[in-house]
């Protein structure tokens, strides 16, 4: 009896402790911890070996009910599941499939209990519980599905709530006024609100030309300074962005984008900014700008996001305030146009969305029927995504074709098409229906439900993907008006369809932003071939790959190294000769099921590329039948590749540049010339080991002192004119400067100075300054100075010397004429009178004796006659005087001891008198000299006279000597040639000897004339 009565307490202690932990789940708030609770209570409380919480998915197929594994604990569960998460519903993951009749399941070793009325509220399954306590656990199960859903409602509007406050805000603040400024106004203070930054801007384009964008004045919140008159302008690169592209931009730090805009903002103290695109019906309007002020404040990808939706709605507000300013007989419609956009901004939905879109639609327009198309991924057909009004055989039947039709006409062309009476357009043009089957056969029977048809694009960011159709019992009729605003609500639907694909998407690429983040610090951090082949696990995980290879070629597609992810030990043999018009591609491109490896269903290959050589390759393939990678897939491998390309041409660059930094410094090191760069202010930032010869200085004793301490103050003035040029005037070329350095002993270098900029982008960073040492040069330029002057001394003294040459020799004429007249005129005629006289006495002498004496005196005295007579023509013959030279060389040649001829070519004529003399001079002297010296056995004299010129040749075939030793003779005492020389010079002619040991000698004289 005890025993039975401790067995009771035991059962009452145990469900105290039951209903304890049971009201415990109200206090708790989170959706994964209400699971786990409800997992420990049911396995104490029903001693089971393990226990699982599935919460309802979407149904996958028709009488089913997907679930998903929010807690477990222990074993023995019916159906293996992978343990998950609970955001990760949306990619599919731990989702089981349990159809409706087999629940509920009650028995004592395995048991699925609904949390509530139906399988659809959740499940909560038990394996080996005790049976006589399930009962009580399932009882009590519907409070565990209400705490769970509360909970879970909790999460998803947490969730939801911030961007939803955003956009409700936006919504209130610009849906309460059409003022233009005071919307530009209030988006820039949510903005930054919001955000949670400090500081924001609109401004809005006053000219948009090819390339730039300049905004005219600024609307700003939490700047200091006023910037109300103030514009920006939108440089090439940002404009390709913000305005062609209509894609925002996220700046970690202004101060590493150079770029017009960021110059312009960076002086006003920003760190991280937002640049989102304001735009509206396909035309650029503006930009939101967002900053921080923070340093090391980082914006996130979803903070980008939201600035982008901020800047979208703020755009359709601005476009309507252009609207409202413009047309104000519009305003009541535009005020619905308004209303609708709140409508459309306080879900993410896409469903929610479109049915909005429908219902406005026929609201706003009266509309009888309309239906959202949606572009297929061929490009050429359009189908119906949502429809209110249609029949569902109408709405599963109707297909338009890319530019047939009005949705159509409307889609291909990104503009209204109307159809006033499609009936009335039936009878008389039916061929226009020829591809519209299931539409024709309506009208043929008479069944077609409508008579006007309006067709609008839908367009984002520039790119249609879809149309709206309106539909109308009546024949429609619109104005301009109409159409007009029929495409301002056709672009707020496009605008908010789009946020919300995006919003569907988010999820998905969460995931492989992860994998891409993790795969770009893998490479970023080693960029080498290891590390990238090592990344094929994070490629497969990316794309949902069940095996992946990364391997680079050695040459012509010969493997070289590959790594690979899920192949096992089975070899990897793929035939990449066949690969090589898939990898000219360069991108992701699928490959026939032949190309890939043994089990493949599906494959793709990208290639990789270094420096725009093809280095390597990515393959990825599925074993699982009927799965193909899609376009997307494709991008996303594509993007990857081209990432490991890019990493692998900066290693290899990286490497190259630095080699070659290490051969300039090398070569830096070794010249002889000094090497100093310098910053924008001239402080030396590096100098090469020449300084310590150049200027006495090592390098270190320069570092961080200005280059101008080093030069002498005299050349001041042209170093500033040389530094001007280099660093503010850069494109008028290199700058010289020639002058003198202070060396470290105190004495002076002479350096020539090549100043160039140094540059990185646009910007002047510095100057660069090669100097050559001219010292040397320098000391050698002042002694040729001096030795200049010294010979100009010396040629001035022989000047002189030659003019006192020519008058000495002038007068030493003059006087030989003067003693050759005297000879011939007086002793000469003395002696002759003389003569007749002692002829005279010797016919009176009787005496024999006397008379031979007579005749011996007679005789001696005609010999000197003969002698004085020779003596005066020797010192002047008269007849180079009377006759002229010819006459006088021919007697020159009959008076010669070796036998000389004369030989005379060209027309004769007189030549001056003083060319005539040192002619007959200078051949007089060769003969003599031949007579002396030469050893000839003939001579003779050429005579050759020119238009302008007289040449005189004298040679012979004597022993002949060498003529580069007339110094040498000069120097023995043998003057002859020197004279001759300096004698032909002084009378301005000039003189050639042709000599060469035993082949004679030719002496050769000009003379201009």
Not at 28 to 55: D, F, K, M, T
Not at 941 to 953: G, Y
Request: charged share 25%.
């Amino acid at each position: 009896m005890s025993d039975v009565s401790e067995q009771w307490r035991e059962v009452a202690a145990g469900t105290d402790a039951f209903w304890q932990a049971w009201h415990e789940l109200a206090d708790l708030r989170e959706p994964r911890e209400i699971a786990r609770r409800l997992v420990q209570i049911s396995l104490s409380h029903c001693r089971a070996h393990g226990a699982r919480v599935l919460l309802p998915l979407e149904g996958r197929v028709q009488g089913s009910v997907a679930f998903q594994v929010l807690a477990a604990e222990g074993h023995g569960f019916c159906i293996p599941a992978p343990s998950g998460l609970l955001d990760d519903l949306e990619e599919g993951c731990n989702v089981l499939e349990v159809h409706a009749t087999r629940l509920p399941r009650l028995d004592g070793a395995f048991a699925i209990l609904p949390l509530g009325s139906s399988p659809a509220t959740g499940l909560l399954e038990v394996v080996g519980a005790d049976s006589d306590r399930l009962e009580e656990l399932g009882r009590m199960l519907p409070t565990a599905a209400l705490a769970l859903s509360v909970a879970g409602l909790r999460a998803a509007s947490n969730r939801r709530e911030r961007e939803v406050q955003v956009l409700a805000d936006l919504a209130r603040r610009l849906g309460s006024t059409l003022d233009l400024g005071e919307v530009l106004t209030s988006t820039a203070e949510i903005a930054a609100r919001r955000l949670g930054l400090e500081r924001a801007f609109v401004g809005l384009y006053d000219e948009i030309g090819e390339t730039t964008a300049t905004t005219g004045n600024i609307f700003a919140y939490g700047f200091k300074d006023d910037m109300q008159d103030q514009t920006v302008r939108i440089g090439p690169e940002s404009f390709k962005h913000l305005v062609l592209r209509g894609q925002p931009l996220l700046i970690d730090d202004t101060r590493g984008y150079d770029s017009p805009l960021a110059t312009r903002l960076r002086p006003n103290g920003m760190g991280s900014c937002i640049i989102a695109p304001l735009a509206a019906r396909g035309r650029p309007l503006g930009v939101l700008y967002i900053d921080t002020t923070e340093p090391g404040r980082l914006i996130s990808e979803a903070d980008l996001w939201l600035a982008l939706s901020l800047a979208e709605q703020a755009s359709l507000a601005i476009d309507n305030a252009r609207l409202y300013a413009e047309e104000s007989r519009k305003r009541l419609a535009s005020e619905a146009l308004r209303e609708v956009a709140q409508t459309l901004s306080g879900t993410l939905h896409l469903g929610e969305i479109l049915e909005s879109i429908l219902d406005a639609a026929r609201r706003l327009f009266n509309a009888t029927a309309c239906a959202v198309f949606q572009l297929a991924e061929d490009g050429e057909t359009l189908r119906i995504r949502s429809a209110l009004g249609l029949e569902t055989e109408y709405i599963l039947q109707v297909r338009a074709r890319l530019g047939q039709g009005v949705v159509g006409q409307a889609v291909a062309e990104n503009r209204p098409k109307m159809m006033r009476d499609i009936v009335e357009r039936w009878m008389q043009f039916p061929q226009e229906w020829r591809g519209q089957s299931y539409t024709r056969s309506l009208l043929e029977r008479g069944e077609y439900p409508f008579r006007g048809l309006l067709g609008l694009p839908l367009a984002s960011r520039g790119k249609v993907f879809g149309g709206l159709a309106l539909y109308f019992q009546a024949p429609a009729d619109f104005s301009d008006e109409d159409i007009y605003l029929l495409e301002v609500f056709a672009g707020q639907a496009a605008l908010a369809i789009e946020n919300a694909r995006l919003y569907e998407e988010e999820v998905r690429r969460e995931r492989e932003a992860v994998v891409l983040l993790n795969l770009a610090r893998q490479v970023g951090s080693e960029p080498s071939r290891r590390v990238v082949g090592g990344a094929a696990e994070e490629i497969a995980s990316a794309v949902g790959a069940d095996r992946c290879c990364v391997g680079f070629f050695q040459s012509d597609l010969q493997l070289g190294e590959l790594y690979a992810f899920g192949v096992g030990e089975m070899p990897v043999r793929l035939p990449l000769q066949h690969y090589a018009r898939f990898l000219e591609a360069r991108s992701a491109v699928t490959l026939p099921e032949g190309l890939c490896l043994e089990g493949a269903c599906c494959g793709m290959v990208a290639p990789l590329f270094a420096q725009e050589r093809l280095i390597g390759f990515i393959y990825a393939d599925r074993m699982g039948l009927g799965s193909v990678f899609s376009e997307h897939e494709l991008n996303l491998v594509t993007a990857i590749a081209e990432q490991m390309s890019l990493a692998l041409s900066n290693q290899r660059l990286f490497e190259a540049l630095r080699r070659q930094e290490a051969q300039y410094r090398l070569l830096a090191e070794a010249a002889q010339d000094l090497i100093v760069t310098t910053d924008v202010r001239g402080e030396i930032n590096y100098v090469n080991p020449a300084s310590a010869r150049v200027l006495g200085y090592a390098p270190e004793e320069l570092i961080g002192r200005n280059f101008r301490d080093f030069l002498s103050s005299s050349g001041i003035e042209q170093i500033r004119e040389a530094w001007r040029m280099c660093v503010l005037e850069p494109n008028q070329g290199r700058a010289l400067y020639q002058g003198a350095a202070l060396r470290k002993d105190g004495g002076l270098a002479y350096l020539e100075l090549n100043l160039n900029a140094l540059t990185r982008g646009d910007r002047i960073i510095g100057a660069l300054a090669v100097a050559r040492d001219l010292t040397e040069q320098h000391g050698l330029v002042e002694e040729i100075a001096q030795r200049g002057r010294a010979l100009e001394v010396s040629e001035e003294r022989r000047l002189e010397l030659r003019t006192y040459l020519s008058l000495f020799t002038q007068a030493q004429e003059e006087e030989r004429k003067r003693i050759a007249r005297e000879l011939h005129d007086d002793t000469a005629q003395v002696l002759v009178a003389i003569t007749r006289r002692l002829d005279r006495l010797s016919c009176e002498l009787e005496d024999p004796r006397l008379k031979q004496r007579a005749e011996d005196i007679r005789e001696d005295l005609g010999a000197a006659i003969e002698s004085v007579r020779r003596f005066s023509r020797n010192l002047r013959p008269s007849v180079l005087d009377d006759l002229g030279l010819l006459p006088a060389l021919e007697w020159l040649a009959s008076k010669a001891l070796t036998p000389t001829r004369l030989e005379v070519s060209g027309a004769e004529r007189r030549l001056s008198g003083d060319i005539e003399l040192t002619l007959f001079r200078v051949v007089q002297e060769a003969l003599t000299n031949i007579d002396k010296h030469a050893q000839a056995n003939v001579a003779a004299i050429r005579v050759r006279f020119l238009e302008d010129e007289v040449q005189v040749h004298v040679s012979d075939d004597g022993i002949g000597f060498v003529p580069e030793n007339l110094t040498a003779l000069a120097s023995r005492g043998h003057l002859g040639l020197l004279g001759l020389r300096e004698r032909v010079e002084l009378a301005g002619g000039s003189l050639e000897v042709d000599s060469e040991p035993g082949r004679g000698t030719e002496m050769r004289f000009a003379f201009r004339c």
